[in-house]
Structures are given as C-alpha cells and as structure tokens.
C-alpha cells in the first residue's frame, strides 16, 4: 500500500533555485520521514519530523509537518546540480516496525 | 566499515528459474527489509524481519520468500511463482525499536 502521495512527480529548476516537494498521507502517523534516492542507487535518510513537530531543519533542507492536513514539504534551499535524485517521503504508524513509501519525486537540478 | 551490502548488482534469470539475492549487515540492527522497487515508482514492501528466526509478509510477498538465520542475513528468493519478477530490489536494515532505516545499493534483476 503506498500511503504517501507525492507531488509533483517530476521537477525541474535551475542551480541556485529553491525546490519545493510535498507529500501527502492517509493515516494518522508516527513519524515522517525523507530519503533520496541517486540514479540506480539505494536510498539516504535526510530528515526525520515527529507528528508533535510542525518544522525541522537540518543544513540546507527544511520540513514541515501539517498533522490537520495530513501533509509535509521538503524545501531544498539554494540547490546544487548534486541535489539532482529522487526524494521519497515514508511514514510510520505507531508500533510499526515499518515504513510506507510514497511514489517519490524527481528532481533535476540544471547548471 | 559499517555498512548493508547487498550481491550480486546485476542478476540475470531465465523464466522458471528460482533465484536468491544476498543481503548482508554489520550494523547490528536488529530489523530488516525487502522492498521492490519499478521504474519511476516507490518502494514496495515485500518482506520483514524484527529478529532471527522470526518474519513477517509485507505488501507483495506473493511469489518470495525469506529467511532469517542470523542477525547479520537476510536472503531473499524469488521464486518461479513471481510472475513479474524484473524489478531493483532493495534491502534495508533498522535498529530496534529506532526509525531511520540504512539502505543497500541494491540488486538489479532481470528476467530474460
């Protein structure tokens, strides 16, 4: 089941720009996650936000959490052509050793 | 090196052919996951371990199976049953009781 929706699906802006992806689930949720994913590669943990924070910011990346909404978004600020990848967001509920993946969004980074 | 590694990168099969992925963790983590992923798409949970000797079915485990005999393993077989086999598969692994999963570079399969 994918829980995350991710959108849009593909993006595309020039180096220097700030990217801006969202996500939205189904469920109530534990904690949210996102990964990147570089082309054929396995995935990277980025961030984590717990479903009591509402933002959390680490280096260049920003996330939000809207619990009433049921949404995140990932601002990549001031990107570099090496931020080109897929980014998933993942949830867990509570007591669930496990992740739910959304479908991911494509992010091309042009010089 | 602490790390999840996962072989061979490339696998080649023959329709009707059972074949076995490698996925191998020095973490020490307790938890471990297979997931499948196509092009362009997410990643789809196929099988989990909490503890040796111990596993659970994910989303789409028809047609795979697993075993869990040392905390360090965690094979994965694809067996002639799956009827669309071609896919990346990805092994990761998780402390107990933690929330960030490592990932393997993962295994490319491909029917022919």
């Known amino acids: 089941s994918q829980q995350g929706e991710e959108d849009p699906q593909a993006l595309s802006i020039q180096e220097g720009e700030n990217a801006t992806m969202n996500c939205s689930y189904k469920?109530?949720?534990?904690?949210l996650q996102w990964y990147r994913q570089n082309s054929g590669r396995g995935l990277v943990h980025l961030i984590l936000?717990?479903?009591?924070?509402r933002e959390k910011h680490s280096g260049r990346l920003r996330v939000t959490l809207d619990t009433s909404k049921k949404s995140s978004s990932l601002l990549i600020t001031a990107s570099r052509a090496a931020d080109t990848a897929s980014y998933f967001c993942?949830?867990?509920?509570?007591?669930?050793?496990?992740?739910?993946f959304g479908q991911g969004t494509r992010l091309t980074i042009n010089p | 090196d602490g790390g999840i590694t996962q072989s061979p990168k490339y696998l080649f099969r023959k329709e009707g052919q059972n074949v076995t992925l490698s996925c191998e963790q020095n973490?020490?983590?307790?938890?471990m996951y297979w997931y499948r992923q196509d092009p362009g798409q997410g990643l789809r949970l196929i099988y989990y371990?909490?503890?040796?000797?111990?596993?659970q079915k994910g989303d789409i485990a028809e047609g795979y199976s697993v075993s869990r005999e040392k905390k360090e393993s965690f094979p994965l077989t694809v067996t002639s049953a799956q009827k669309n086999p071609t896919a990346f598969y990805l092994c990761a692994s998780m402390t107990g009781g933690g929330n960030e999963q490592f990932f393997g570079p993962g295994t490319r399969l491909t029917v022919l």
């Open positions: 993942a949830t867990d509920t509570w007591g669930a050793q496990k992740l739910v």
């Open positions: 936000i717990r479903s009591n924070e």
């Open positions: 469920t109530s949720i534990n904690n």
């Open positions: 371990s909490q503890i040796v000797n111990d596993f």
């Open positions: 973490l020490n983590h307790d938890a």
